[in-house]
């Protein structure tokens, strides 16, 4: 999911899209973009950042769930390796 730009505004397709290429190999139909302002506020009440020691998320964070049954698989705050090796084995 991709929330916002730089600039903390709403990220633009052109803007999703190089986010998005990013990760070789993976289409761009797999990618998700919310451009509403309480997008983070939304996807935080439903699922569990990792947050540091003091409570603190560094963006950009990153998490993948398995779509089969939503299982968190990966958070790039407490995982090893990387979002697109995570992401690759659950793709069809």
């Given at each position: 999911m991709l929330g916002e730009n730089n600039n903390y505004q709403p990220a633009s397709l052109s803007q999703c899209v190089s986010y998005a290429s990013q990760y070789?190999?993976?289409?761009?139909?797999?990618?998700?973009?919310?451009?509403?302002p309480q997008a983070h506020e939304i996807l935080f009440s439903a699922l569990f950042p990792?947050?540091?020691?003091?409570?603190?998320?560094?963006?950009?964070?990153?998490?993948?769930l398995n779509g089969q049954g939503m299982e968190?698989?990966?958070?790039?705050?407490?995982?090893?390796?990387?979002a697109e090796s995570t992401i690759a084995p659950l793709l069809p």
């Amino acid at each position: 999911m991709l929330g916002e730009n730089n600039n903390y505004q709403p990220a633009s397709l052109s803007q999703c899209v190089s986010y998005a290429s990013q990760y070789s190999g993976i289409p761009l139909s797999k990618f998700y973009v919310d451009s509403n302002p309480q997008a983070h506020e939304i996807l935080f009440s439903a699922l569990f950042p990792y947050p540091d020691s003091q409570g603190y998320l560094y963006f950009p964070w990153e998490a993948v769930l398995n779509g089969q049954g939503m299982e968190y698989v990966f958070s790039n705050a407490v995982s090893p390796g990387d979002a697109e090796s995570t992401i690759a084995p659950l793709l069809p």
